[in-house]
C-alpha cells in the first residue's frame, strides 16, 4: 500500500472559523510533510515531522498548527485564517533511516481549501 | 533565483508529437527527481536520477542526468493525452527531507 490519503477533499471557511486538516498513511514512513500549493504553483515546503517531532518548520504563521499524534497521522489544525491561505493543502510521507530522511516522498490527493 | 530552472513553462501539443523538459541549476546534485502532478491530485514521483550521465527509460519517458549533475530533461516520445499534467524536477537539500521544486512545466496534449 503506497496511499497517503487526505481528508476533507475540499474545505470551504470562514476566517473566524476553526478546522483540521488530516492526512493518514500505512506504509510505515516515521517522515510526514505539509505542503501547500496556489494555482499553477510548485508546492512549498510547510512542516517535517520526523518520528512524530517537528523537525522543520518554514516560518509558516501560528495561523496553521500542525500535530502528529502518532506515526500515521498528521493533522494541520487552522484557525483564523486569511483568504491568501486559499490553496492546495498536500500531504506526504518518506522512509527515514540512520542516514536521514530518504528521498521518495509520496503524496497524498490534496485538500483545496477556500478561504472567505 | 530559483534552485532549479525549469523550461518551458508551457507547452502544449499535438498527440503523436515529441516534446522535451528541462531542469537546470548551477549547483551539484546528489540526486534528481520529476514528478507529474494531473489536476486536483498530488505530485506522483516518475523517476529518481543519481547518477552523472544517467538514462532512465520509462515506457515512452526518458530521463537524462546531465554528466556534471546540475541539469536533467524530460522527453516524452509520441505524446498521448493521457500525458497531460504539470512535470515537475526536485531535489532534497537536506537530511531532513527539504525537497525543493522547480516552477514546473504545463504540458497539454490534444487530440
Known amino acids: 500500500d503506497t496511499e497517503v490519503t487526505q481528508t476533507p477533499k475540499h474545505l470551504v471557511m470562514g476566517m473566524t472559523n476553526k478546522k483540521s486538516l488530516k492526512c493518514e498513511q500505512h506504509?510505515?514512513?516515521?517522515?510526514m510533510y505539509w505542503y501547500k500549493q496556489k494555482a499553477k504553483k510548485p508546492p512549498e515546503l510547510m512542516f517535517v515531522?520526523?518520528?512524530?517531532?517537528?523537525?522543520i518548520n518554514e516560518s509558516v504563521p501560528s495561523r496553521f498548527s500542525p500535530e502528529c499524534p502518532n506515526s500515521s497521522l498528521l493533522n494541520l489544525h487552522l484557525h483564523a485564517l486569511q483568504p491568501e491561505d486559499s490553496a492546495l493543502y498536500l500531504c506526504?510521507?518518506?522512509?527515514?533511516?540512520?542516514?536521514?530522511?530518504?528521498?521518495?516522498?509520496?503524496f497524498g490527493p490534496g485538500t483545496r481549501l477556500l478561504v472567505l | 533565483t530559483q534552485l532549479l530552472e525549469q523550461s518551458p513553462q508551457f507547452l502544449s501539443i499535438q498527440e503523436g508529437e515529441n516534446l522535451t523538459v528541462y531542469c537546470n541549476s548551477s549547483?551539484?546534485?546528489?540526486?534528481l527527481q520529476w514528478y507529474r502532478q494531473e489536476p486536483g491530485e498530488g505530485p506522483v514521483l516518475l523517476v529518481t536520477?543519481?547518477?552523472?550521465?544517467e538514462v532512465k527509460k520509462l515506457k515512452r519517458l526518458t530521463f537524462q542526468f546531465g554528466d556534471a549533475r546540475k541539469d536533467s530533461s524530460l522527453h516524452i516520445t509520441a505524446a498521448q493525452p493521457g500525458d497531460t499534467g504539470l512535470y515537475l524536477c526536485?531535489?532534497?537539500?537536506?537530511?531532513?527531507?527539504?525537497?525543493?521544486f522547480g516552477a514546473g512545466t504545463q504540458v497539454v496534449v490534444t487530440p
Open positions: 506526504a510521507s518518506s522512509q527515514d533511516g540512520p542516514g536521514g530522511i530518504q528521498e521518495t516522498q509520496y
Open positions: 549547483s551539484v546534485f546528489s540526486s
Open positions: 515531522y520526523s518520528y512524530e517531532k517537528l523537525s
Open positions: 536520477v543519481v547518477t552523472g550521465g
Open positions: 506504509m510505515g514512513h516515521r517522515a
Open positions: 526536485a531535489v532534497t537539500t537536506d537530511s531532513w527531507g527539504k525537497l525543493q
